[in-house]
């Protein structure tokens, strides 16, 4: 059974970066044949995915365009687990946020971290 | 990017009831069309993947999923009081992979 465990920072302040941790037991984020993805939710955007990093011969990411610039998503073979880490936040990234493992099918999501609310103030 | 339009934003239905969400994307995305149940507190849990596949351990006697190019159907055949939640369908055609904005299930 694959469960995601993610870290808790809860308060970030305007300009810094928000780190967040994601550890995956039950599969590796080396595994070819998932990606490893954070998405988030507000009353305002909605759920709004933001990017992901996955393993296919070498490590690849992908971003969403409205947070491009400023997010980074690392994998840590070490410890199996993936980090977030979105910087210049502004009151407009509060949000709660979701590690998530899509399958390489139908792309779709299957486990999900527990979320963490993150607050920007 | 490609748009998901949900409908109903909200649904109002007893137990027992049959319920039907839609979800239509702005362009085509073939069957790369997942549904999920979210409820207040939890994280998202997979029901429908790939249109009409259903996810391990969703109870086949309920749920169900159809359509295929833009036009897709997520019905619950009779509603049981854990399936009071929000629905959203997402595409996963293309980055960034939308959400609708989701249909609130409530009891009536």
């Known amino acids: 059974q694959v469960q995601l465990q993610q870290s808790s920072p809860g308060l970030v302040k305007p300009s810094q970066t928000l780190s967040l941790t994601c550890a995956i037991s039950g599969d590796s984020v080396s595994s070819n044949s998932v990606a490893w993805n954070w998405i988030r939710q507000s009353p305002s955007r909605g759920l709004e995915w933001l990017g992901r990093t996955y393993y296919r011969s070498k490590w690849s990411n992908d971003y969403a365009v409205s947070v491009k610039s400023r997010i980074t998503i690392n994998p840590d073979t070490s410890k199996n687990q993936f980090s977030l880490h979105l910087n210049s936040v502004t009151p407009e990234d509060t949000a709660v946020y979701y590690c998530a493992r899509s399958n390489w099918g139908f792309l779709h999501f299957d486990y999900w971290g527990q979320g963490t609310l993150v607050t920007v103030s | ?108």
Request: proline share 5%; hydrophobic share 25%; charged share 15%.
């Open chain 2, 1 to 108: 990017d490609i748009q998901m339009t949900q409908s109903p934003s909200s649904l109002s239905a007893s137990v027992g009831d049959r319920v039907t969400i839609t979800c239509r994307a702005s362009q085509t995305i073939n069957n790369y069309l997942n549904w999920y149940q979210h409820k207040a507190g939890k994280a998202p849990k997979l029901l429908i993947y790939g249109a009409s596949n259903l996810q391990s351990g969703v109870p086949s006697t309920r749920f169900s999923g159809s359509g295929s190019g833009t036009d897709f159907t997520l019905t619950i055949s009779s509603l049981q009081p854990e399936d009071y939640a929000t629905y959203y369908c997402q595409e996963t055609y293309s980055t960034p992979y939308t959400f609708g904005q989701g249909t609130k299930l409530e009891i009536k």
